[in-house]
């Protein structure tokens, strides 16, 4: 018989409110309130018994498969660890099917390593790309190879020569600079033929210090406006870079680049001009 009855909030969050209520339709009612009154239960999953934050349920057009997988694969490892189970470790044959050089590896793979800029898989992949075109085998198709490296090495010497000029003067005035500062003879025979000075006295010249001293009055000047000057040049290459204008340097290899891919109009020129980007020194080519 039905009749009010109080509320018991200790049995748990099951409890249901009873009331009087007319006997048609009395237990669909009764089912149906009880349900709206017993409060959302949140059953955790095996991942939350393991410290793993479980993803929620709320986001899902916003979630992306990365997350989800990565989700996945600390649940698989922290659940085979709680049971003690092992990870499947390879056999023999898989280690064989392991690819050991670039030519042994997929496309998708070789594609993934280039645009990464793997120098080895984007040369591996203009060879894959002249066996495509010109339809010849692996070891043809590196011969070929060597015509466009050649191309690509054309007018190296004399852009480079500006570097090598400046790399070996600067080498060469470094090591100058140490005996024209401190070593007497040195700095006595500089003296004669290119200053002309008054020698200090004999007691003002016994240690390399005291050399130092005197020949500063003449060393100093030339070597304080030199660093000041490529200080200056240092300052205005750097601007040059944030305003988007390329330096010398790079606007050669650049020219390079753009003669390679000229060059080869055969091949896809994204594959090409990458390729020759590494064999002359540049990072990317925009």
């Not at 790309?129 to 690509?152: N, P």
Request: glycine share 6%; hydrophobic share 45%; net charge neutral.
């Amino acid at each position: 018989r039905l009749g009010p009855r109080p509320v018991d909030r200790s049995a748990g969050p099951g409890g249901c409110v009873w009331i009087l209520l007319p006997p048609r339709g009395t237990m669909a009612l009764r089912h149906s309130l009880c349900r709206v009154a017993r409060p959302a239960v949140r059953i955790p999953s095996i991942g939350a018994y393991h410290g793993i934050p479980p993803l929620s349920s709320n986001d899902n057009a916003q979630r992306s498969a990365m997350n989800m997988q990565a989700h996945q694969m600390m649940l698989s490892r922290n659940f085979s660890a709680a049971v003690g189970m092992e990870g499947v470790k390879p056999t023999l044959d898989v280690a064989k099917e392991m690819p050991r050089e670039y030519y042994e590896m997929s496309n998708k793979l070789i594609v993934k390593l280039s645009i990464a800029g793997d120098e080895d898989a984007v040369a591996e992949r203009l060879t894959r790309e002249v066996m495509y075109v010109d339809g010849l085998d692996y070891e043809a198709a590196l011969a070929k190879l060597k015509a466009i490296d050649a191309a690509c090495n054309a007018g190296k010497t004399l852009n480079d020569l500006p570097y090598k000029a400046g790399a070996l003067t600067a080498y060469v005035a470094a090591l100058a600079s140490i005996p024209l500062c401190f070593h007497l003879d040195t700095c006595l025979w500089f003296n004669e033929g290119f200053v002309t000075t008054e020698v200090a006295e004999a007691k003002d010249l016994e240690t390399w210090l005291e050399v130092g001293s005197w020949s500063w009055t003449w060393m100093e000047p030339p070597l304080g406006q030199i660093s000041f000057f490529l200080l200056c040049l240092q300052m205005a290459r750097q601007q040059m870079v944030n305003v988007g204008i390329k330096p010398f340097g790079e606007r050669t290899r650049v020219a390079r680049v753009q003669k390679v891919v000229a060059a080869f109009p055969q091949y896809q020129s994204e594959i090409v001009e990458q390729y020759a980007g590494v064999q002359v020194g540049l990072a990317a080519v925009e």
